[in-house]
């Protein structure tokens, strides 16, 4: 169906039941990462890990929480010895996150776990079905992109 022609009910429509089902695979593949720490640490983790490094304050804005609460994930990540803390060498004021090498073999864990059991349910399907997911997901990473850029 060309978007141009879709009466927009069924583009709403079908944007509700993306976002569901996009919401239960999340919710099991969440389920599958099985590393012990929270889902909130483990995005947390993943987004320090992405940035290289990352202040505190920078980290409450990308996730989009108020700076009390990614300072108590923070707390617990540290604790754990998957977030080292070091200290800027221009302003003391300023700490730095990264993450520690344990850290990085959870969040390699985390995934792991996820991608096989993802492609556990992948093998599972026809070779049609498998070509249209395959497009799909270009689909959504162009979407994704799109309002990323």
């Not at 099985?34 to 990352?54: K, N, Y």
């Not at 989009?64 to 990540?77: E, F, H, M, S």
């Not at 995934?111 to 498998?130: F, M, N, V």
């Amino acid at each position: 169906m060309n978007p141009s022609t879709s009466a927009p009910a069924d583009v709403v429509a079908l944007a509700s039941r993306l976002r569901l089902v996009v919401t239960r695979l999340a919710r099991r593949l969440r389920q599958r990462a099985e590393v012990g720490i929270t889902p909130s640490q483990l995005v947390a983790l993943a987004s320090i890990e992405r940035a290289g490094r990352i202040t505190v304050g920078d980290l409450s804005q990308v996730e989009g929480v108020q700076p009390p609460t990614i300072t108590k994930i923070v707390a617990a990540l540290v604790e754990a010895g998957l977030v080292a803390r070091e200290p800027d060498r221009d302003d003391r004021r300023v700490a730095w996150l990264r993450v520690t090498p344990a850290g990085a073999r959870l969040l390699e864990r985390s995934r792991s776990r996820k991608d096989q059991y993802l492609a556990r349910r992948l093998r599972g399907l026809t070779p049609d079905e498998l070509a249209a997911l395959e497009r799909a997901a270009e689909i959504l990473d162009r979407l994704v992109a799109e309002e990323e850029g």
